[in-house]
């Protein structure tokens, strides 16, 4: 059964960067064909796709968020990071990363994740 679990700080001030970190178990994050997601939900709002890395180890990014965010990954960890700097209240949100094969519809199209962490929430504020 594969998992995935988020940790990190839950708060951060703004102008900081919010660093998060996602552990995989179950499967490997260099398993052909799988991409791995962190997707964020703000207060009263929908999911939002925020950036991906592949299992190749290449990155994608929204373009809204691309200037701010950096993915990167931990082969002997399995585990794969968020960075996103100059963080502000905007930033608020439950945080999830997330997986789906390569080939199966759009990093927008949410139903085509078949692997979930749990979310962690964190709160940008001074």
């Known amino acids: 059964q594969v998992q995935l679990q988020e940790s990190g700080p839950g708060l951060v001030k703004p102008s900081q960067t919010l660093s998060l970190t996602c552990t995989v178990s179950?499967?490997?994050?260099?398993?052909?064909?799988?991409?791995w997601n962190w997707i964020r939900q703000p207060p009263g709002k929908g999911l939002e796709w925020m950036g991906a890395i592949a299992y190749s180890g290449s990155t994608y990014y929204s373009p809204s968020l691309k200037s701010r965010t950096s993915i990167s990954r931990d082969t002997s960890k399995n585990q794969f990071t968020l960075q996103l700097i100059s963080a502000t209240p905007e930033d608020t949100a439950v945080y999830y990363c997330?997986?789906?094969?390569?080939?199966?519809?759009?990093?927008?199209?949410?139903?085509?994740?078949?692997?979930w962490g749990q979310g962690t929430q964190v709160t940008v504020s001074s």
């Open positions: 179950g499967d490997s994050i260099t398993t052909n064909y799988r991409v």
């Open positions: 997330a997986s789906k094969p390569n080939y199966s519809g759009s990093y927008n199209d949410f139903a085509s994740y078949d692997y």
